[in-house]
């Protein structure tokens, strides 16, 4: 099961650019990475996934470097709404009841007026 | 309808007491997952149904009881729980399979008595 490493806190100020990077080093074959967004008291919600090279879409871009032992969550001039904490997941479903996913600790951004 | 309700929002409830969560989807979702998330750490996979049919049993204790009586709902039936069985309890869903990108609820918090 690949566990993933991420860092506790980080804080920005608004309107910066902000990478979260998130380390996997026994990542599978099979496994995508995922990140997700919670907010306090709310259920977290999808952000992004990929399984290498750089993927991105309207809220983020994510980066994976060919070894994909680690992968970058990008967020693009952030605001006080994206105060959260984000999670990286690794994981894939590999049929016959074999569903490896774990969510990490996740990072709680701070975003600073 | 792209979400996922949860019903009831808060729950408190005594160690003697059954109960039932319940978990609605109308996106034609096939998997449906429940998690349970404690204060300040991330969500921990409990279940998951695919196709209907229980696919994933996290090593859960017999007094949470998981129920999909169709592919829409999803319940998680609650007896005879302990105090530290207090948490939000989360409900998901995803397209196939057990899948990476996953739909969240907004949970449901339960307290034990």
């Known amino acids: 099961l690949a566990k993933t490493t991420q860092p506790i806190s980080m804080d920005s100020y608004e309107g910066q650019e902000v990478n979260i990077t998130c380390s996997h080093n026994?990542?599978?074959?099979?496994?995508?990475i995922t990140w997700y967004q919670q907010f306090p008291s709310q259920g977290p919600r999808f952000i992004i996934q990929g399984y290498k090279t750089k993927v991105t879409n309207e809220v983020a871009s994510l980066f994976i470097p060919a070894d994909r032992k680690s992968s970058t969550l990008s967020l693009p001039r952030v605001s006080l709404s994206d105060t959260a904490v984000y999670y990286c997941?690794?994981?894939?479903?590999?049929?016959?009841?074999?569903?490896?996913?774990?969510f990490g600790k996740g990072t709680k951004l701070s975003v600073i007026p | 309808d792209t979400e996922v309700t949860q019903t009831p929002k808060h729950l408190v409830m005594g160690m003697t007491n059954k109960k039932s969560l319940k978990c609605e989807q109308h996106?034609?979702?096939?998997?449906m997952y429940w998690y349970k998330q404690k204060a300040k750490k991330p969500p921990e996979l409990m279940f998951v149904y695919s196709y209907e049919k229980l696919s994933i049993n996290e090593s859960v204790p017999s007094r949470f009881s998981p129920e999909c009586p169709n592919s829409s709902l999803l319940n998680l039936h609650l007896h005879a729980l302990q105090p530290e069985d207090s948490a939000l309890y989360l409900c998901a869903s995803s397209p196939g399979r057990a899948e990476n990108e996953q739909y969240f609820g907004p949970g449901t918090r339960l307290t034990v008595t």
């Open positions: 026994n990542i599978a074959t099979n496994d995508y």
């Open positions: 997941l690794v994981g894939a479903y590999s049929g016959a009841g074999s569903y490896q996913l774990t």
């Open positions: 996106m034609g979702h096939r998997a």
